[in-house]
C-alpha cells in the first residue's frame, strides 16, 4: 500500500487549492493508498519571523508533521503560486520542518560542504495554481517556484517526479476548474 501526504500551502484553508488536494485524496485513497491531508495553515510553529525558530522538543505540531514525513513514502503539494513562487507559509513549512538532523546533516569536512540526505527513497509531486498561463511561467519566467522547490527536497534526498500547473485561475470558469479537479483526481488515482 502507498502511503502518501499531501500538504495543503495555500493560507486560507477554503480555497481552490483545497478542492484540488481533495480530489488528489479521493484518487489515491480509489487506488488503495493511505492517505493524510494536512493544512499548513493548522500548524504552530510559533512566529519564526519574530521569536526565532522552535527547536524539536518546543513545538508539538512540529513532531507530528515531521513523524508524518518519515512514515510517507511521497508528498504531493498543493499550494498556489505568487510572484512566481511557493506563499511565505510553504516556505516557511520547510524551514521549520526539514531541519538538519532530521532531513540532512552537514558532514565534518574542513574542504568542501557535503551532508546526509536522510529523507532518500522519498517522492515529491507539486500542484500549483496560478493566474499567469503554465507555459508563460514555465518558458519565459524559468519556472523558479518549481525550481527551489525541487533543489530544496532533493537536498533532504527527495526525488521531485512531476510538478503540475493550472492556470489561469482568474480567468478560468467552472467548467474548467471541474475539468483541472477531474485531472488531479486521475493523478491521485495513478499515484503520481
Known sequence: MRKILIINGHPAKE???LAL????????ISA?????LIHIVD???GSPFLHGFKTKNEAIDLKYVQNLISENEHFVFVYPTWWYLPPANVKAFIEHVFLPGFAFKYKENPNRVAWDSFLKGKTAHIIST???PPFFYKLF???????AMKTTLSFCGIKLKKQTYFGSVKLSNENKRNEWLEEVKKLGKNLI
Open 130 to 132: 496560478m493566474d499567469a
Open 21 to 28: 488536494a481533495e480530489a488528489y485524496q479521493k484518487g489515491a
Open 43 to 45: 500548524l504552530d510553529f
Open 15 to 17: 480555497s481552490f487549492s
Open 141 to 147: 519566467i524559468g519556472n523558479p517556484g518549481g525550481k
Open 32 to 36: 488503495g493508498a493511505e492517505v493524510n
